[in-house]
């Protein structure tokens, strides 16, 4: 009897493996992403993005999702999905956000996050693409009559724990002679209360953020944004190792957002533009003569999508970060001076 | 099989055993691979590695170059502060408020009823918040500091009070005192041809005083120095918001527990007092209470440990705890997530156990006297 069922077990188990070789060897030319698999199934995208932040992701009065990182999302659910309202944000800590990502309740992480060496390697993440070049700034009241970074000496600075923020702010003082104090808060909430209050002197945190605070002061015409960026903040998107297509198709989804401003797509003439281009660049960027989609794991239509529905990223930037007063700089396009740049589409 | 029931209960206990730590080596195993699979090592080796950032307030010294396992002793020992702070605090108020509750003056009885409703019944986090921005509200700017007299300064920034330099042999004078401080009580006890020394002990808390104030070289004052108050010791207002947070909502509470224990004591025991002429004073102090006491002790431990717990709550207020400080930035800084937590753990569990050892040694200590 034992036997007999042993048997059944190894024949069976002989069938299911030859299945599931040639199933494996039908599929080597299709992109293979464990992620990318699941978001199909289940249809919807799983988003990790910033608790509330203006600019990045923060959600507006009728509790709609809005900002940058949120964009980010929108494009990667239309054009995994079809459908960039086909997301569920979930709003992480700067304290759980990588963990969250590592133990796979999200399928991507766009959270103003520096893209740092440990978290490269020791936490075990992929970067995905860098969309906001800053560097970590101090906004400061103005009556104080400070005007340079180096003076804040004996200060004390608001700052949000579990960052990169803590170190940056150390070392600064460190190279400069310099003691600032610092107040970690958890949360921005109460971190904003007290800098509002005057329990600090200043609030610190990146370039963008920092000016998210101060669009959020009962006066902020009362607040400086110091001239001094004291450390490089590139932040950008995570994914997990080990799902490098996923990776890759994140990645260009950020091109395709870059691509779009590069080649005067808008969300506006976007059905103009593919009905009347000629332009062999551009009608391989909307999908009319190209397979680049095809090649992502995702449809060819996929970066029309993003334009018509999320619009570009020069767009976006305007949307988000126009109402803080934050230029542009370091996020202009490579042929306008800044760093932002999309890979050639060949 | 086996026929004897005793023996069967006993075979049944150790297979229980064996199983639930054949689960507990599941999980751990299961741990280590998950951890490996994402490439992470699970190992305290972190501990010796330099932290690199600065934390806002401590009781011991403090430098970037410190390590990650001082972080752990900084942070441990400001939750045992304020724990500390709130344990005594929540027992006095609560002490008032329950003695309050039982009042023959309607007012002082419904106010005392109002305290205890309005703050047994909203979240605690939430008053600590209130607590936090209510004192940073009503506090000046360091330059509009309020003077109190003696040297002390009060702005928004915390309470800043005149700080003792000891000298270079301070030190032994400063343990020295804390001996003869920690001697006192059991000099009071002392007998002396067979009677108590009593109160002729309380002339070593003097002496303490004498050569603390004897290994003092100068008293630092604070004042201002650009943006902030230079010199003296900084008692700074998340220390306080949490401890108000913490102190009032236990002692709603304990107000409670002396109540009903209070009320637990038989009436025959007031009415015995009365009849021998005791004023209510009296009847409180030397009858009512000290029976009360020993019932209230196995209660007022659950509350004790809940408010030790609770301090954790303080990461809202940005005081550096050791749930903020060590599971939050050293968490982040290190990328070691399962190692902070069990640490973080591993200290509240010891911590509430010495606690709870203590009183429950406390409780048998009271618990003897004879009803």
Known sequence: ?346 | MVRRPSRRAYIGQWVFLAVVIAIGGLMISELGTNLARRNLHFGFGFLVNQAGFDIPFRLISWSIFDSYGRVLLVSLLNTVLVSAMGVVAATLLGLLVGIMRLSVNWLVRNIALAFIEFVRNTPQLVQIIFWYLAVLQTLPSPRQSIVIPGGLLLNIRGLYVPDAIMRADGALLTWLACFVLAATPFVWHLPIYGRRLGAKALALPLIAAAMLSAGIERVEFPALTGFNITGGTQVPPELVALWAGLSIYAAAFIAEIVRSSIQAVPQGQSEAARSLGLRSGQLLFLIVLPQALRMMVPQLTSQYLNLIKSSTLGAAVAYPEIFQLFAGTVMNQANKEVETIIIVMAVFLTINLLFSAFMNWYNRHVALVER
């Open chain 1, 1 to 346: 009897m034992l036997r007999q069922i042993l048997k059944l077990t190894t024949c069976c188990a002989m069938v299911a493996g030859m299945v599931g070789f040639a199933g494996a060897s039908r599929a080597q030319n299709e992109v293979k992403s464990a992620t990318l698999d699941a978001v199909k199934k289940r249809g919807q995208l799983v988003c990790g993005v910033d608790t509330g932040i203006p600019g990045f992701a923060f959600q507006d009065a009728s509790g709609k999702w809005q900002g940058l990182d949120i964009a980010y999302c929108r494009a990667i659910a239309t054009a995994v999905l079809g459908d960039a309202d086909k997301v569920k944000y979930v709003g992480t800590t700067s304290k759980v956000r990588f963990s969250v990502l590592q133990s796979g309740e999200i399928d991507v992480l766009i959270r103003d996050s520096t893209h740092t060496l440990t978290r490269n390697t020791e936490l075990g993440l992929a970067h995905g693409a860098i969309n906001f070049f800053t560097g970590e700034a101090f906004m400061v009241k103005k009556s104080l009559g400070v005007a340079h970074a180096k003076e804040l000496n004996g200060a004390t600075i608001c700052v949000l724990t579990g960052t990169t923020l803590e170190l940056n702010i150390a070392d600064f003082g460190r190279a400069n002679n310099i003691k600032i104090n610092t107040l970690l808060f958890e949360k921005p909430e109460e971190a904003f209360a007290a800098a509002e209050a005057g329990r600090c002197d200043g609030y610190t945190d990146d370039g963008g953020s920092v000016a998210a605070a101060r669009s959020t002061m009962k006066n902020p015409k009362d607040w400086i944004i110091l001239p001094e960026a004291i450390s490089r903040e590139f932040l950008g998107s995570y994914t997990r190792q080990g799902d490098e297509r996923w990776n890759i198709l994140v990645r260009w989804v950020h091109y395709a957002m870059l691509e779009g401003e590069v080649l005067g797509i808008t969300k506006a003439n976007v059905d103009k533009i593919k009905a009347e281009t000629k332009d062999p660049e551009t009608r391989g960027f909307l999908g009319l003569e190209s397979n680049f989609g095809k090649f992502l794991g995702v449809d060819n239509d996929w970066a029309y999508r993003i334009i018509k529905q999320v619009g570009n990223y020069g767009e976006n930037y305007e949307i988000y970060f126009g109402p803080l007063e934050l230029p542009r700089g370091w996020n202009n396009l490579y042929n306008n001076g800044g760093l932002q740049y999309p890979l050639p589409w060949r």
